[in-house]
């Protein structure tokens, strides 16, 4: 056992000690004469304030107090409880490790300056324009614990009559600045606020550094508050502050551009060995990257007027390339040109080749889990254009985590064993350029982001032990660009798969004559089309409370083709001809044709950094057409699993109220569909350290598009029926712990079953059933445990 694990194992046990054990006192290690500082509490009187803004206040001064008490859950210190437990005065050995990793020392009463928090939290209610309140502490000690309660009373605060901006109109800035009224943060009327005049200043010297006042810089600017107007009213005055140097209130042009690109650190930047290319000055060479595939990064040029925002755009787009590590653009005054600044871009090359190994549990996408080993070889630059090449080779055991699908009445346990194994082994190429390539000229988009063209080629071998072998082969062109921070774009006009059953067993070649439905979506064919995807995400912002994120795909194959062979004459595919016309196919293979579209939407209320609600809708339809009666399988929509509907194992819901017979049990490749719904909430919560809780619902199921019949003609699996969707859905609910280690999330998710939807009408909620274990007897329904790295969603 490695010691990190051993150290885990160590820290769930504390964990559960902590809330099992009540006999170590939190005051414990609390000196004589001393207090555990318990808690604290502050109340804003705003009853003569007509803003009515204690709420807000409240919470902005209790982020004064310093220090905060131990943390908490429920009125119980876990952390606190592990540091006395575990309290030793030696330096090192496990016992020093627990106490001050993973428990925390008594925060006390004689480490909280109440005269001077009173202090802090008058001068920000001055801030926000109440010049006259006042601010008292009461403490509280019982039992060596104490409270410490806040009371804050507040009058009508001032606001702001007028503003003005600069005392006259003699340089060329203060007409700028003028100009920028109109956007102002301060309004007449509004309560004197010191962050937002602060904010102001950002405003109006971020308009100034786009418009070529390089040298100017907030701390110029300065506000006089004239609060004698009378009536609670203040005459707000910003003007520049006196003898600023010249320079920094003029603007400038840019003159020459140096891009160094092939810089390291400490080296003497000399000019006598540069390439001209345009108007760029380029050192030391093209051995490296040639200068056309840089270029095109710029957005800073000869003669135009300095911009910080073209200045931060160019950083961004040049620090996208995967050849650099380090983009950094600083500016000289020209010796020559008193009003023209000289550009220089320095650029650390990154380690051109790499080859890593690595050794992973790998939570997939189809829901399966197991242990893997991939090996990547990368070039970063490849073709002297910073282009990626990237050589994959992988090999992974996967088995189903997820525990025992739900018993059915009469079924055996025998008959219910949890998951089906498999292995799968890839081999995949690729290859991304850092621009658009394109047969035709496409324009150089104006976005922090790199456009990217990828090519890719790859095959991979499953074998699902005891039922078939597959063989994959791909290869795809496409795009990805971002305009903005917050949307991506992903065009694959060339999509190309080609998918063939290996051996198969006679288990499952008589599953494929039972089922000529499932006998259709393992048909060898082509997939041939295109893919569009288009993401609208805030996760990357920081500090919102109300994250969003949104993809929805689009995926449609066969269409091309077939409209160019019934240009040429080709019969189109009838069954029901006679004799039948055959499906249309392409180098020998059949092809499929049909459109497939799914939307995933994500909301994320973000109580604070480690307390969050996620919430998740997903919804999808698969339409065959044409050439194809059924959807290929590996097109088709399954649910249940650790990252889907965590009370049912992988695939083993639907389609619609569909039952697998007791001798299928295992086949779960069966439960696929062409229409897909699920929704998932979770409330994610801390514990201690780096241990966070979670509690969850979901719901939902798939359905199919048409009737399914067996060989001998009877209805095997209805179609989809809008009035019986909420009667249909799975629903589970259940909590799970994670191991959050910010770089590396070990999930232990308990699924429960509360509505199983391919049994009798009336019988579907199972909770009355419901046993806790996870070997449940004949009609009953068990814990489901789902192991999974990663987040859900």
């Not at 320095?346 to 242990?371: C, F, H, I």
Request: with cysteine; glycine share 6%; proline share 5%.
């Amino acid at each position: 056992m490695t010691t990190a694990l051993r150290y885990t194992l160590v820290a769930i046990c504390c964990l559960v000690l902590s809330w099992v054990l009540p006999g170590c006192s939190s005051s414990k290690t609390v000196p004589e004469g001393d207090a555990l500082f318990a808690g604290y509490n502050v109340k804003v009187n705003d009853e003569k304030d007509s803003s009515k803004r204690g709420k807000a206040l409240e919470t902005e001064l209790s982020n004064t107090v310093r220090p905060k008490p131990n943390a908490s859950i429920l009125g119980m210190r876990p952390k606190l409880w592990i540091y006395n437990a575990f309290y030793t005065e030696k330096e090192k050995g496990l016992k020093n490790w627990i106490q001050n990793k993973l428990g925390e020392p008594p925060v006390l009463l004689s480490e909280v300056d109440t005269s001077s928090i009173n202090e802090v939290m008058q001068a920000r209610l001055h801030n926000r324009g109440y010049f006259y309140s006042t601010v008292q502490s009461d403490t509280t000690i019982k039992k060596k614990k104490a409270t410490i309660d806040w009371n804050a009373t507040v009058h009508e605060p001032y606001r702001i009559r007028q503003i003005a901006y600069t005392a006259s109109d003699s340089l060329p800035i203060q007409t700028e600045i003028k100009k920028t009224i109109a956007n102002s943060l301060l309004k007449k009327g509004e309560p004197y606020d010191l962050d937002k005049m602060i904010a102001e200043r950002g405003r109006i010297d971020q308009v100034l550094k786009n418009r070529g006042y390089y040298f100017f810089a907030p701390n110029m600017l300065i506000f006089s508050a004239d609060t004698t107007v009378g009536n609670k009213q203040v005459d707000v005055l910003l003007r520049l502050k006196h003898d600023l140097p010249a320079h920094a209130l003029k603007p400038y042009k840019i003159d020459d551009i140096f891009i160094n690109a092939n810089f390291v650190l400490n080296d003497s930047l000399s000019v006598s060995d540069t390439l001209r290319f345009d108007a760029y000055n380029y050192i030391p060479n093209e051995n490296y990257v040639r200068a056309k595939h840089i270029v095109p990064g710029l957005f800073v040029a000869k003669d135009s007027v300095y911009s910080r925002r073209n200045h931060l755009l160019t950083v961004s787009r040049l620090s996208g390339l995967s050849a650099y590590k380090f983009v950094n653009l600083q500016y000289e005054r020209d010796t020559l040109k008193d009003d023209r600044l000289d550009a220089f871009i320095y650029m650390t090359p990154d380690m051109k080749k790499s080859l890593r190994a690595e050794a992973q549990m790998v939570s997939k996408s189809n829901n399966l889990a197991g242990p893997g080993i991939s090996v990547s070889f990368r070039n970063r630059n490849a073709f002297k254009g910073s282009e990626v090449l990237t050589l994959d080779l992988t090999g992974r055991f996967e088995n189903q985590v997820g525990g025992q699908r739900a018993v059915a009445s009469g079924e055996s346990a025998s008959e219910n064993t949890a998951g089906l194994n498999s292995y799968e082994l890839g081999a995949q190429a690729s290859l991304t350029f850092p621009r658009l390539v394109a047969p035709f000229n496409l324009p150089n988009l104006r976005s922090a982001f790199v456009p990217k063209t990828r090519i890719s080629l790859g095959y991979n071998f499953l074998n699902r032990v005891q039922f078939f072998q597959m063989n994959s082969f791909n290869a795809s062109y496409g795009y990805n660009w971002r305009p903005k921070q917050t949307i991506t774009h992903d065009f694959t006009p060339i999509n190309l798969q080609y998918v063939r059953l290996g051996n198969t067993t006679a288990e499952f070649d008589s599953l494929l004559n039972n089922n000529p439905f499932l006998r259709s979506s393992f048909e060898e064919q082509f997939i041939i089309g295109s893919i569009y995807q288009h993401t609208f995400s805030t996760l990357g912002l920081e500090n919102k409370k109300h994250q969003f994120f949104n993809a929805t795909t689009l995926d449609v194959s066969g269409n091309v083709v077939s409209g160019l062979q019934s240009l040429l004459g080709n019969e189109k595919r009838d069954d029901q001809a006679d004799p039948p016309v055959p499906a249309r196919t392409i180098f020998n293979q059949p092809y499929s044709q049909y459109t497939r579209i799914d939307n995933d939407f994500r909301y994320y209320y973000n109580f604070s950094k480690t307390s969050q609600l996620a919430t998740r809708l997903i919804a999808g339809v698969g339409y065959p057409y044409g050439n194809s009666v059924t959807m290929p399988y590996v097109k088709q929509f399954s649910i249940g699993g650790p990252n889907s509907i965590r009370a049912f194992r992988a695939r083993s819901i639907g389609p619609g109220t569909y039952n697998v017979p007791d001798t299928l049990a295992f086949s779960f490749f069966d439960q696929v569909g062409d229409i897909k719904l699920e929704a998932n909430a979770e409330y994610r919560f801390p514990i201690f350290g780096f241990f966070r809780g979670a509690v969850f619902l979901d719901a939902g199921n798939i359905w199919l598009i048409n009737e399914t019949y067996d060989r001998n003609g009877s209805l095997e699996k209805p179609k989809f029926k809008a009035s019986n969707l909420f009667q249909e859905l799975a629903v589970g609910t259940g909590f799970g712990l994670r191991v959050d280690i910010e770089f590396f999330v070990i999930r232990f998710d308990l699924g429960i079953p509360v509505r199983v939807p391919y049994l009798p009408e009336g019988d579907r909620f199972v909770l009355d059933d419901f046993k806790f274990g996870f070997n449940p007897k004949p009609g009953q329904h068990g814990i489901v445990l789902n192991i999974a790295i990663g987040y859900p969603f």
